[in-house]
Each structure stands twice: as C-alpha cells, then as structure tokens.
C-alpha cells in the first residue's frame, strides 16, 4: 500500500487544514484512490516538522509533500528523504535544498503588491497609512512586506502617501495588531486613510480599533487568505480587500505530481518552469495565479471559486443582515 | 506481651477517650506498634518515653493528623472514626503540636484564630466561609490569650509570626489550643522553648483545664513538671506500651528506667 | 542607649511594605519609572535629537493614551487576579489563557447559534469555572503537581479552542458582548462613582480606627490612616478625570475594578480568604488546624478558571473576534503570569494581593504600549521590555532583600 | 505483636521510592505505559479495525523509529538536564530555550563567518554559560524571583535571537556541527562502550558493598545489589542492540549520556552537588552551614546556560539549520521543564534527578512521537497529550501521596 | 544604665570571644539594643531570658547568620569582621540553633557533615567543591556521633530528618555542631526536645567541652541544668543587658528575677 506524507506548518490559520489539505486529499482520492495520504501539522515548530518527516519515512512515505515553516530549517527533510530515496515537494514555500523535487506557489510577493495597490487606489495624494505587518519570525511576512513596498515605496518617496505608522505582528497575534492600531491612531490623532495590513487577522484587529473611534468602514483596510471572518467583515464594509489564492489549483498541481513521483513516472509535462532555489539547485516549479478580492463583488467571487467556502458558512451572524446574503 | 493487667483497673475513672492497637506505619519504619491508651475526664495523663518512642505520633494519630494503620478509637466508649483533624476537631479534640503548626506569613492574631475565625454579625445570608471576618474581635482575643501566658516581649498581635523567637510561637501555639471548646487537650512537649514564668503559667493552665472536666494529655521529658501536673504516667518505648503509673505509686527514677530500659529493669509497683 | 539609630532608605521601605498600602510601594515606584521614562524622557530625547520637531508631544501620558492603556491591560488584568489566587496557595496555573481562549470561543459560538448574550456569558463562566475546577480535583486528589496539571490543560484546550472553532476565528459582533468594551459611564456617573467610593473607603477606615480606639487596640498613625484615604482618593479622581478628559470611565474598567475589589475582599477579608493564605503559608498547618485543603485548592482552581472566562468575554468584546492566537496561541499567558509576579505575588505561596496584580498588568501594559509608541524594531522591543521588567521587579526585591 | 502487616501496593511504590533506583520507578512505569499503548495497543487496534490490512506492524516499537525516538528527544533531554539543576534549588529557567536558540544563531552566524567549527562550538558555549550566569547574578545578588528574571530573559534572549538572525532562521552545513547528529559509532564499538559502562558499574556497586562490610555499615540486601546491575545491564545491552538493529549509536546519544552522567555525578557525589540539594531543601540552613548560597545559585545558572548552549549546539547539527521558531518561538521551553517535573524533579527544590529528566524527556519525545505515527488531526493529538501527561505523571503522584 | 561594673572583672580569664554595643534591628523591632558579651576559653556561658529576649539573636548575630546593624567583635581582644555564617565558620565558632537549621531532605549522615563534606583523597587536582564526596566516611561519622548522644530508636543514618522526631533531629544539629573543629560553641537550647538520657550526654558533653579549652555559650530556661554546667550567667533582657552573675555567686530564683523583672527587683550580688 503506498502512501504519501502532507506535512503542512501550523494549525493557526485555519487554511492549511481547512482548505489545502482538504484539496489535496480529496484530489488524491479521484485520481489515485489506492494512495494512502497521512496530514501532519507541525504547530509553527520546526524541530516538530522535522520529527513528523522523520514518522512519515518510518511509516513508509513515498513523496513527502511539504509545506515548511521556512525554506532554511526545512532544507533537512529534503535531506532525510533523500537518503531514503523519496522526492521533496515544496508547496507554497521554497525548500532550500538541493534535494527538493517540484515547488508548486502562489505569489505572495505579488499579493502584498494587490494590497498595497488596493489601498493606494482608493486613497488621494498626501493620505496618510498604517501598516501592520506580520511575525518578524515568519519569513513569509517579509515576502509579503517586500510586495507592499514595491507598490509603497515610490510614494512614500515622492510624498503621494505618508507612512504614518508600521509595526510588526509577533507571532500574527491580533492582540498586538489591536495595540498597534491603538497606538497608531493615538500618535497620528486619528488622521489615517488606509491600512496596509498583512493579513485578515491584523485586518480585523485595526477594524476593531477604528470602530472605536467610529472610523471603521470610512478606511480602506487589505487583508490576505480571505477568511470567513474577513469576508463576513467585508460584506459589511468594513474591510475592503483581501487577497486570495486558488488553492484547490495549488493542491491539484502537487497531488498530481505526487502520482506521478510514487509512479515513478515522469512529471516534467505538469511543471513546464524551473527556478534556482536558494541554494542554487534547480527546482521544477508551477505558479499559480492569485485574485485580489475587493468588496462585495470580491467575495462573491472567493465563494464562487472556493469550493471550501460556502455562502451560509459566510452568512452568518451581522453578515446575514448584508443585501449580498439576503 | 500483655500489659493490660498493668494499666489502670476499675479504680480509674472511665475514659473519655480511649484508642487501642494503634499501629502506624511510615515507609518501612513502624512507629506504633499496638500501642493502647486512654484518658478520662477531669485528669492530666502524661505521655512519657524515650527520643522516637512515638508520643508524638501517638497525638498525631490521635488528632487525626496521621491516619492510623490500624486501630480503634471510642469516645466515651463509643467507636468512633478519627482519619482527619476535621473529625478529631469535631469530637472537641485540641492539640499543641511539637512542631507548632504555625503559618508564617500569617500575624499573630491570625495564627490564633487559624480555623475558627470569627465572622461578624449579620450576614447570616452568606456560607460562614464567605463572611466578613472580625478583626478586631481576632485581635482582642489574641491579646488577652497572650497577656495570660505572659509573654510580655511580644510587641503586636499584628506581627508575622515569621519574625518571633522560639519562645513566642510555642506561646501562640499553646493559646489557640486552650482558648478552643473543646473536652479534650494534647499538649505535646508545650513548655519546651518556654521561659520560667511561661512554663509555669501553662502548667497552672493545665491544671485549670484539669480542674474544669477536661481530659488533658501532657507530653514532656521534664520529670518535675510531669509530676507535679500528672495524674498519671503512660510510658512508651519503641513504639510499644511499657506501662501506665499512678503519679503518686511512683517516682521519676522508675519512669526514666522504664523509659529507656523497659520494665524488665523497672520496679514492679504498677497500678 | 540609642535605640533609635538612624533609618536607611531600604529599612524605612521595609517597614512601610508591612503596612496594609505598603505592599504597593514597589509595584507603583516601578510604574512611576516606566511612565516617567515612556512619558517624559523618551519625548523630550526625541524632540531634542529631532530638529524638525516643532513642539514636544507627551503622547504617552496624554489621557487618550491612557484610556488606551487601560483597555489595552484589561484581559491581562483580569487573568492576573485569577492567577494570582492559585499562586496565593503556592500553586500555578499554566492553562488560564488558553481556559480564557476556549470560554471566549464557546461564546462565539453560542452567540451565533442564537443562544441570547447574557446567557452565553453565564454559561461560558459556568464552562470556565468546572475547567478550572477540574483540575484542581486533579491537583488537590490526585496530587500531581498543578504544574504538570495545568501544562496538560494547557495542551488539551488549546486543542478543545481548535475543536471548537474549526475556522481558527470568528467574528463577535453581538452588542451586548461587544458592549463591555464600548459603552462608557457618562461623566457625571464617573464623578459620582469614585465620590461614592472615596467615601466609603474614608468611612470604613475612620470607623475602623474609632472600634480600634474603643477596644483598646493599637492604633494606626491617623497620618497614615488620612494618609491612605488621600491617597485613595486622588488616585480615584485623578483616574478618573484623565478617563473623562478623553471620553469617559469606559464599563470595561468599572467592571474590572468590581470584580478584584470582590475578589480582593474574599481573599483578606474572608475566614475562606484566610484559609487560602493559610494553605500558601504552611499547607500542613492549615490542614491540622481543621482546613479542608483539597476543597480549598479545588475552590480556588475553580476561580481561576472563573476569572479566565471573564477574560475570554472581556476578549471577545475588546478585539471584536475571538481568535486562536489572541489567546491559546499568544503570549496572553506569560504576561498574566508577569503581572501577577510582578506584582509581588510570591510564586511560592502566602504572600500577594489582588490589587498589585492590576498594577503589575498595568506595568506589562505600559511596556508594550510605550514601545509600540517609540516605534523601535521588534528585536529592539522584546529586548527592551526584558529590561525594563527587570528593573521593575529590582525595586521589589531590593526593599525585601535581607529580611531574612 | 504483628508489627509486620501486609504491605499494600502503595506502601511497597513509596518504599520502592527511598531507595537510590526506586526514584526511577513511577517514571519508568509512565514509558512502558505510553510505550504499551503506542507500540502494541494502537497496531493491534488498527488492525482488528481495518479489514484490509494483511499483518500487524508494530511501528512504534520498531528499532527505526526507537533510534528516531532517541534524536527527537535529544535536544530537550539536554535542555532538561539543566533545567533540572536550578529546579533541584528551587528556582525556574524560563529562558533556556531562548539560550539556546541564541546559541545556536550565534553558531550558525560564527561557522558562516569563517570560524572553526570546534572554536564556534567553544565560544558558544562559553556565551551560553556567561549568558546563565548573568542571570544567576540577578537571581542570587539582587534577589529578583528567578521566574521573573528568566521570563525578562526570554524575552531579552528571543529579541537577541532576532538580532543575530535577521531572516528568521539560517542553514548549517558544516560537517564537523552536522557531525554531532550524523556520525554513527560502528557496531562493535557500541557493544565495547555498553560493556565497559556495565562492568565498570558492577565493580564499583560491589566494591562499595564490600567497604560498606568492612566499616561495620548497614549494607543493601544483595538481591537490590546485584538487581541493580542485572537492570543496569539489560537496559545498556538492549538499547545498543536496538540501535545497531537499525543503524548503530549514534554520537548525539553517547555525547548526551556522558553529559548527563557528569552533571548526575556532579549534583549526587561531591560536596558541591551536596550543597544544591541542601539550598534546595533549606537555604536558610545551608547558609547557617557556611555555603556560598549566592555563589552556588550563579554556578547552578551558569550550568544551565552551559546546557542551553549545548542543546543549542545539538539543535543546530540535528535540525541542519538554526530557525526562531524550533528554539526560542516554540514548545522547546515548556517541553525540557516539563520533562524534567515529569521526571519527578519538584518545582520547590530538594527532590529530583537528572537521569529522571531524560527518562521525562523520553515520555515528552514518546508522545509526539507516537502521536504522529497515530494520524490523529492536531486540535485530537493536543488534547490526547495532554491526557496522557496527566496520567504519566498520576503514577508519580499516587507514589508519593499521602507520605506527610 | 551602665553595666560594665557588673560584668565580671579582672578575676574573670580574658575573654577569647566578646562583642560589645551590638544593636540588631528588624524592620520596626529593636531586638538587641547594645548588648555587651563574653566568653572565655574554658568556660560555660549561659546565656538566660525571658522569652523573645533576644537571646537567640545574639547568638545569630555571633554566629553572622544576622549582620548586626552595630556593634564590634573581638577575638582574643582582636578585632574582627562577622557578618556571614562563613566569617564565623573561619573563627572557629559552631552553633545550635534553636530551630536547627536541618535541610528535610537529606539524610541524617548527610546533615551531620552539612558544609564540611568529607572527601575521598587522590583528587587533589579537582577543586574541593568537585571531589567524590567519601559517604561511607560520612556514615561512619554520623554512627558514632548519634550513639554517643545515645539516639538509640534512630534506626540508619541513611533515614530522611524529614522524618524523625523532634529530639531526634536536634541530636543531630547537636552532633553536627560538636564534631565540629572549632574553639567557640554556642548552644542555643540544646535540650529543649530531649529525653533524659541524651540531655544528661550533652550536659556531659558541654564540660567535656570546657574541659578541652572550648568556649562554650549555653542558653537554656532549665535552671537546673544552668547552674549544673555554667561557669558564669548572663542576663539579657528587652534586648539589652541586664547583668553578668559568677554561678557560685548567685540562685536560680534571683536569676528568674533579674530576668523577669530585671536588676531594680532583683539582689545586688553581681560580680
Ligand atoms: N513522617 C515520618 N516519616 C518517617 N518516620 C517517621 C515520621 N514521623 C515519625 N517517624 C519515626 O517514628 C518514630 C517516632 O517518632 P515520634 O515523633 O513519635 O517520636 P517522639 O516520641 O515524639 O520523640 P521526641 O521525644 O523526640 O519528640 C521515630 O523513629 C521517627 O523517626
Ligand atoms: N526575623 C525577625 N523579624 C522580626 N522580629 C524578630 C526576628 N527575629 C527575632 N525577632 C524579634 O526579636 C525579639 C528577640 O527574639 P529572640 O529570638 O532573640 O528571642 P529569644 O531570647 O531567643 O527568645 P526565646 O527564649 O523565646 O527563644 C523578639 O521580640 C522577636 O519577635
Ligand atoms: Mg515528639
Ligand atoms: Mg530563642
């Protein structure tokens, strides 16, 4: 009986659970139904996840499919797979290693760029901005941060936008973005006309601030992973962009290559690029597009595309109130 | 051995409370093995006996500090079931420990209440528990228990006990047992730390205690004090029964050779 | 003979720590230092170090700011109070964020399944109060340590807070709940409640002093009695007219105070406070002197766990949401604790009190608020706030050192 | 007289418990508990309960994943041993793990730069000592409680991780740190090392019985003597048949027993050892005695910073890369203490050992382990833990409850 | 009030221990204000007090477990410096004191050699602090060192003092303290938990201490056992002086006297 292993980050944010892993066992189950697919959750440890690589080989994994806490720390389990001869999958994050097989990503660096455009489309000249960025631990809030300052910097620059105030997220806590809003708001007395934020954690965060200054809904606020909380805060306008990815295609895409490699069969038709990985191997990768969600049109779209995503799930509590769900 | 025929016969007056085969084991070490013992109203029963014979164990047992690992307890000759200080506090049992028991972080007036605070009037609404404590009352009650032991160096009854000499505890100690209701009272090693005139306060309190129908169990290795308050002498040994005396049918020379020899080398003169 | 020699700084500490309001002094000279750094030096260097600055602003100590502080400290505040109960028995509680975050989840979701606010909340606290409880029976009965105990709650509620909310997060929307953090006293109220308070607090000790005299005890120095009573009151005022300058006494505040001042009585005041104080002293005297020490222990998980619900409701309403990382996840846990530490609760038992356990949560707030306000990088921050807690808790240590 | 009744279980456990191995017994039983449960209850349960399945596979208890177990527990058995120190004072480290994700950084940052690996290793342990001692200074000199100076050090030590690792995490590569995790002893030189290690133990126990003989001292009955070896043996000769099964012994496992034999030495067998089990127990006493009470509280910090640096060290090599989240951002800290209060160790000082710390760090390592081998979802594996902590530890308990 | 002229005088041998003017303050409580004191080589002190006199003090302030807020010390009349236990360890000067200082969780052999571990020889290039400690030297002493006080119930020396009676383990802080190598020992109630035999030991091992030279301070509230080993009586009172009698000079009721009521009720017979 073959099996593969699907090693996912953490269990914070709902989506690996919910959505990515859901797409890839259910995938699985149509094209390969005599694979067996094990789900390990690494709970933002990566001395965890090197430990669940570990287990998966001892189970007898063919293809690990990994999504690492960070490309440097899990170089390893490439490493460890290796010498047991079973090929690495990067899912969504680059494994830096010269043992990883496939890479399959959405383009985070392009959706911090969607939210920092968002905001700037929907702001004036000499308006001022908050950005609350993600974990300083977490490198993927630093790809994301570097796509917001692609779109940012040149305004800062030229003085179209302020940069008013920028914090970052320990740990994605939204109890910390609060306070970052909190503060923001009290160093600039009020004067902010949109919020770059990371995610939709930090997003509802500010939203939660702002309301208590009676701003919410007066502020165009970003966000990314288009969560149920997030589209629920925007069908009330509250929040007015998040950033989605398709990642039924994403899961598709790595469990197709994954048949193939327990196969051992040939996969290059399925990932037509290549890249160089950090430390210099290279890598067969496959990009997956991204949608920037805005206002009501844009969660209409999220619940038409994401199958894990329904409108009773989204219409609920002060959302069932909205014309959307009515 | 059977050492009944040596304790006290019909003469005695009936015990109040009585506990026989105690047995009391820690890890491997027995520290009571089968001991019987007894006391009656109105009488000051000394507990006697070598460095680890067990006396201590005995009140602890008694008090429900310990739970014994065999045994019987009666009170007035009806069996009754002693496994906590809970149980022992509701049979009117109260005792001095060797040790004290004292809470450090805790002042004087609180140490003194310790268990039975009193509560103010007037919120009978509320579980005891859950009532407003009376301070002051706490206090007053310390200082007056304290002026009768005299121990006039104690500045406060606000003070920790924390801070006080061996003296002043063994002093506060000894007040919250006496100053309860209660019919029966352990006082284990009381006088050990105590000054002269303490000493003699507390031995005068023993024998009001005495004189007012309590059962007074008295534990010390100070022959003049025991035989001036004793109405009788119970010897231990190894954690065994030597045997019980008449204060008056003997001398402190006999109770020390039991105490460290046993009966084999002591008179025979037993009640 | 010189018996009154000369009294050193540090002696003259000590013996104000042993008064009733003298267990403050550390908390509040360290608090004093925070503030006075974040509030004053910090904007006169960087008015002085930036020559386009125009005029020095003292943010942090304006009064929007400090509104700001006390919201920002309330659910800190309030899991500190609880905790610091377990630590009075010299016991610990590793679970309470995470408790808070499964209470605070529960009511996410039994709001949204329709069950009416107020009754969520009370059954959210009843929730709290038997996980607490739980595993105080654990800790009481079976005897494992309430270390390992709470380590397990720990792990298992942060698994039960993702069972719960599948989604890892959820919106809270309903106004009672969010009405905590929201609706403000009017001013007048504000004015009027902290007169009331003053006043009973100045009856009470004056009352107090007049049984003292009649009965013969010692008394307090009446400077010290006009003294606290002064204290007390600028304190309540000052409070809050700076709330009021900027909106008014928001609810959430009034509440908290409510709840430690109850839970402040029943500890000192109360035979079953004292059996607390008993246990954390010296728990085998407590127990040959009659105290029934498991229910006592029991007793007080279960308030803990109280506390904790009353957090995760505080939560919910403050943020808006209730999320994994926001409570089970974050660093909710460590800073009650901190605060409760902080504070000059011994971790050993017997010696703490409520009241320094919102000051110590004062002071973890500050630390945060203050550096979110310089605008020093995260690295900067974390090593800074390790700092600063340092010298918060020396002054502690320090006017107890060589008590012993 | 019948001064010999019948012993009940209980009485027999806590007997057990006095004598020097029975210390390992409720800790013991926890593993083989777990160990059962995972390695024979789950495969045969799997089995019955699926239809397919053609034979049982008994993963858990396979030698491969036993050898997996050892260097997954690795770094927290090392974290713990430390831990166990300063507990047996009866202070806390909060900050280990910190340490040693500092260390770790700052190996990885070393070896790019160009030092020697042997040197890099050197000087990080020299920081991670110099970095406990430091905060020894503040515990012993200033008196801050050691929970709030550690909790200031894990926040300090987690900004300074930062500090030296910008991006967050870092590869190693270096052969001679890898090396640590990856050399494997031949299989003969296993079974020389584990036969030396029995011998050398028979000798010196029967030795010691035969001067206990001469010098007219109560001696231990032959059968716990030659008990003690038989067990000592099988234990040895089991575990290096079990690794050279699937591969050999690895370094890591040699290099962590030979530390953990030292420190064991060190706190059991010399008058300094002596001297932290005394603080422990009573400092006020062992200061009355003459112990350097501070001295002794810097020395133990300073070991547990030399520890930390270690694990940081064996982290490094075992992990190929230094990250935030596997030191300082993770559960390593909650892990190593709790491996070492698992391990009987109490948290008021006095009582443990460091062998019972890698016995706790054995049971922490077992349970994530088999859990992932189990498949069950993360909220299921975080509750299901914490259960079986609670009833690893609940042996412990009943052991030793009720003896006041 | 100036007592220099009450305190003995030329007669007296030279003092090998004294301090003078030691002032010791806790908090708010002057527990010590100005105590003068000496102690001669050969000699018994007794020190005697109401309780909470600040007897215990003093002995923890020549022992440096206290730093005195004033005061001078003076060995062999030259000055020197205590102000931890270690100073006063390198003097020479041993104590018992009256709360012990056992640490519970080591075992009795352990206790005895506490702070003078024996170790094994041949590991002179170690540190001493890491040498194999000799445990079975350690046992062998704490053997001979409890049946000379004759502790017969104690059953190993291997036993937990966690667990042993109160007389028991103030044995072993006796043993502990008279092992020791030193020329000043200070007991502080040594007797108060013990049986009579061992009582009877450690009078006899207190001359046997006067005999070989030692200066010996003996604090107790048993009169009997004062006048039976004390050379000469000092007596504190409120934490200052009140005299310093010669024993052959004086009775026990002045001495109760002079402690409780101080020098103005008392006779006028000082030295
Ligand atoms: N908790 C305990 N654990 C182990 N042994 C104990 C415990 N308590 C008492 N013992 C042992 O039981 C025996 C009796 O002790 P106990 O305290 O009753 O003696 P005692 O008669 O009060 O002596 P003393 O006059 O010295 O106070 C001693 O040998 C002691 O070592
Ligand atoms: N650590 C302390 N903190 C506060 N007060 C103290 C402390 N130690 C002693 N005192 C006070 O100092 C005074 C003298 O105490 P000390 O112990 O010296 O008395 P003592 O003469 O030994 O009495 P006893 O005969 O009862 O042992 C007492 O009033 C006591 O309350
Ligand atoms: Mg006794
Ligand atoms: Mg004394």
Redesign the pocket.
């Known amino acids: 009986e073959d099996m593969v292993a699907l090693l996912l980050p953490e269990n914070v944010n709902p989506r690996w659970e919910q959505q990515d892993a859901a797409a890839f066992v259910a995938t699985m189950a149509r094209i390969a139904p005599e694979i067996k697919v094990e789900v390990f959750n690494a709970n933002n440890d990566t001395s965890v996840q090197q430990r669940q690589a570990e287990q998966a080989l001892t189970q007898g994994a063919k293809v690990l499919i990994v999504i690492p806490i960070d490309g440097e720390s899990s170089a390893i389990i490439a490493d460890t797979a290796a010498e047991e001869g079973v090929p690495t999958i990067a899912y969504d994050r680059m494994i830096n290693s010269l043992n990883t097989t496939f890479w399959v990503q959405a383009d985070l660096e392009g959706m911090g760029y969607d939210q920092a455009m968002h905001i700037i489309n929907n702001t004036r000249d000499g308006d001022t901005f908050v950005m609350l960025k993600g974990s300083p631990t977490d490198p993927n809030a630093a790809v994301i941060h570097n796509g917001q300052l692609r779109a940012l910097t040149p305004l800062y620059e030229s003085g179209a936008r302020v940069m008013g105030y920028e914090n970052w997220t320990e740990g994605w806590d939204p109890t910390i973005a609060r306070r970052s809003m909190d503060q923001a708001l009290t160093l600039l007395d009020n004067g902010v006309q949109g919020v770059v934020s990371s995610n939709d954690g930090n997003a509802g965060a500010a939203i939660a601030a702002m309301e208590e200054q009676g701003m919410a809904g007066t502020v165009p606020v970003s966000g990314l992973d288009c969560t149920i909380q997030a589209q629920q805060l925007m069908l009330l306008g509250l929040q007015t962009q998040c950033g989605w990815r398709p990642l039924e295609d994403m899961a598709a895409a790595a469990a197709q290559v994954s048949v193939r490699l327990v196969n051992g069969e040939d996969f290059s038709d399925l990932a037509p690029q290549t890249v160089e990985n950090g430390v210099g191997a290279t890598v067969a990768y496959v990009p997956v597009g991204s949608y920037s969600a805005v206002g009501v049109d844009g969660v209409a779209y999220v619940i038409a595309n994401d199958a894990s995503i329904t409108k009773e799930m989204v219409c609920q509590g002060e959302a069932a109130e909205t014309t959307f769900c009515q | 051995m059977s050492f009944e025929n040596k304790t006290v016969g019909h003469t005695a007056p009936p015990p109040h409370l009585r506990v026989s085969g105690i047995h009391k084991r820690f890890g491997g070490v027995n520290a009571l093995r089968g001991v019987d013992f007894e006391v009656a109203r109105g009488e000051v029963m000394a507990l006697v006996g070598d460095n680890g014979a067990g006396k201590s164990t005995l009140m602890k047992v008694l008090a429900g500090a310990h739970a014994a690992n065999e045994g019987q307890f009666f009170i007035d000759e009806a069996p009754v079931n002693v496994t906590t200080p809970n149980d022992a506090n509701g049979l009117g049992i109260q005792i001095v420990y060797q040790d004290l028991a004292l809470c450090e972080n805790l002042d004087v007036a609180a140490n003194l209440s310790l268990g039975s605070e009193p509560v103010k009037s007037g919120w009978g609404f509320l579980p005891r528990l859950l009532r407003p404590l009376d301070d002051l009352e706490m206090e007053v009650k310390a200082k007056n228990a304290i002026d009768r032991l005299q121990v006039k ?3 406060s009854v606000r ?1 920790k006990v ?7 505890r063994q002093a506060i100690a000894i007040a919250r047992a006496v100053g309860a209701d209660c019919s029966v009272v352990m006082l284990d090693e009381p006088t050990a ?1 105590l ?1 002269v005139a303490q000493t003699r306060q507390v031995l005068d309190v023993v024998k009001r205690l005495r004189d007012t129908g309590h059962a007074v169990i008295y534990i010390s290795h100070n022959m003049r004090d025991i035989f001036e308050v004793a109405d009788r002498i119970c010897v231990l040994r190894h954690g065994g029964n030597v045997a019980t005396w008449r204060t008056e049918d003997t001398t402190p020379d006999e109770i020390v050779v039991a105490m460290t020899r046993g009966l084999d080398a002591g008179a025979n003169n037993v009640v | 003979m010189s018996s009154d020699l000369k009294l050193t700084f540090i002696d003259r500490l000590r013996i104000m720590r042993e008064t009733r309001f003298g267990a403050f002094v550390p908390v509040l000279l360290a608090l004093a230092a925070i503030w006075t750094y974040f509030g004053i030096a910090v904007p006169i260097w960087n008015y002085w170090g930036d020559s386009d600055a125009e005029n020095i602003r003292f943010i942090f100590l304006s009064s929007r700011n400090i509104y700001n502080l006390f919201m920002q400290s309330a659910v800190i505040a309030t899991l500190a109070v609880g905790i610091t109960v377990v630590l009075l028995l010299g016991d610990i509680d590793l679970s309470a964020a995470a408790t808070a975050g499964v209470c605070a989840a529960l009511l996410g979701v039994l709001v949204l399944a329709g069950v009416p606010a107020w009754m969520a909340c009370l059954i959210v606290m009843g929730v709290g109060t038997v996980m607490g409880a739980a595993q105080g029976v654990l800790v009481a009965y079976v005897g494992i340590p309430s270390f390992v105990v709470t380590l397990a709650g720990l792990l298992g509620f942060q698994g039960l807070m993702q069972k719960i909310l599948p989604t890892g997060n959820l919106n809270v929307g309903d106004p009672f709940i969010r009405g905590f953090a929201r609706v403000l006293l009017p001013d007048t109220a504000g004015w009027a409640l902290a007169t009331a308070c003053v006043l009973a607090f100045a009856v009470l000790n004056l009352r107090k002093q007049g049984q003292r005299r009649q009965k013969g005890l010692e008394l307090e120095s009446s400077v010290a009695v006009w003294g606290q009573v002064a204290f007390f009151g600028v304190l309540m005022f000052a409070t809050v007219a700076t709330l009021n300058s900027y909106r008014s006494v928001p609810l959430l505040v009034v509440l908290l105070m409510a709840i430690t001042a109850l839970v402040g009585w029943v500890t000192t005041s109360t035979p079953y406070g004292r059996s607390i104080f008993a246990v954390g002293g010296n728990q085998e005297s407590a127990r040959r002197v009659g105290m029934n020490v498991k229910r006592i222990r029991v007793s007080a998980f279960a308030i803990v766990g109280l506390m904790a619900a009353i957090g995760g409701i505080f939560g919910a309403s403050r943020f808006g949401s209730v999320s994994y990382t926001a409570f089970a996840g974050g660093s909710l846990l460590l800073e009650s604790i901190g605060a409760a530490v902080i504070g000059g609760t011994s971790l050993f038992g017997g010696r703490g009190s409520v009241w320094n356990a919102i000051l110590g949560a004062l002071v973890i707030g500050s630390l945060g608020n203050g550096l979110d306000l310089s605008g020093a990088s995260s690295a900067d921050k974390l090593m800074f706030s390790g700092a600063i807690l340092l010298l918060a808790v020396a002054i502690d240590a320090v006017s107890r050192s060589g008590s012993t």
Do not use: D, E, F, M
């Open positions: 160096t104690l500045q003070a924390g801070g006080l000499s061996g003296g002043q730390a000054g």
